[in-house]
C-alpha cells in the first residue's frame, strides 16, 4: 500500500559532520511533506517543510531535498551538534482538501558522537 | 505566544476503563489533530478537529473519539480500554488545512 518510509533506522555521525536522512514516498499525489525531530519524552518538533513545487528548500543548518522523480526526500543537517541527537521523523500531509492528516514515516535516529 | 497544551500528561489506568485527554491548541489555531504513538505501530492518525467537526478520520475503533469545543479547545475519548491502548497520545494543531502542525508534548496513557 501507499506509504511514507524511511532507509536507515539509526545514523550515528561525528560531531561536526554533515549528517543526511532519507525518505521514500510512494503516493505521487502527495504534494507536502515536513521534517520533525522528537527528543526523548517530548512531542515531535517541527524542522522544515516543502511542498511539490520545489526541489529545495533551506533553513538554518537544514536542507531539505525533494526528488519527486524517484520520491525521495532528504533532511540534511550541517555541522551536526549534540543537540541534534533525537528521532527524526518525515511526513506527508495526506488529509483532503479540507484538513490535515499526517502520516509518519518510521522514523530515524540520530546519534551524534563528541 | 504559548503553546500545545496537554493534560493530564501521565495516566495510569485499568483495562475496561475509559479515559478523557485534553489539548488546548496555540491561539489562533482552529485545527486539532490526534495521533497515537507506539513503538510498534509508531505515529499513527487518530482524528482532525476544525470548528467543532470532524474533518479527517483514520483507521481506529469507534471506542476512539473526539471533540472540539468553540474555543478550539479538544478532547479525545478512548472507552473499554485495552492494554494495547498504552502509548503516548499527542496532540496537533494548526491554523488551517495544509499549514504547520506543531505538536503538544503528549499524554503518556498506561493501561494495566
Known amino acids: 500500500g501507499e506509504s511514507v518510509g524511511l532507509h536507515l533506522p539509526t545514523l550515528s555521525v561525528q560531531e561536526g559532520d554533515n549528517s543526511i536522512i532519507n525518505c521514500a514516498y510512494s503516493?505521487?499525489?502527495?504534494?507536502?511533506f515536513i521534517w520533525y525531530k522528537q527528543e526523548s519524552g517530548k512531542g515531535p518538533q517541527f524542522i522544515i517543510d516543502i511542498r511539490s513545487n520545489m526541489d529545495k528548500r533551506q533553513g538554518q543548518r537544514v536542507t531539505v531535498l525533494l526528488n519527486k522523480t524517484v520520491k525521495h526526500l532528504s533532511l540534511q543537517i550541517a555541522a551536526t551538534q549534540p543537540g541534534d541527537s533525537a528521532v527524526y521523523f518525515c511526513a506527508e500531509n495526506r488529509g483532503n482538501n479540507a484538513g490535515n492528516m499526517l502520516t509518519f514515516g518510521g522514523g530515524t535516529r540520530l546519534m551524534v558522537k563528541p | 505566544k504559548a503553546g500545545v497544551t496537554q493534560t493530564p500528561r501521565y495516566l495510569i489506568k485499568t483495562r475496561g476503563q475509559q479515559v478523557t485527554l485534553s489539548c488546548s491548541p496555540i491561539s489562533g489555531h482552529r485545527s486539532v489533530s490526534w495521533y497515537q504513538q507506539t513503538p510498534g505501530q509508531g505515529l499513527q492518525f487518530l482524528f482532525e478537529y476544525f470548528s467543532e467537526t470532524q474533518r479527517n478520520k483514520g483507521n481506529f475503533p469507534g471506542r476512539f473519539s473526539g471533540r472540539q469545543f468553540s474555543n478550539s479547545r479538544s478532547e479525545m475519548n478512548v472507552s473499554t480500554l485495552e492494554l494495547g491502548d498504552s502509548a503516548l497520545y499527542l496532540c496537533a494543531t494548526s491554523s488551517g488545512a495544509g499549514d504547520t502542525q506543531y505538536f503538544g508534548p503528549g499524554t503518556r496513557l498506561t493501561v494495566l
Open positions: 503516493n505521487s499525489a502527495s504534494d507536502y
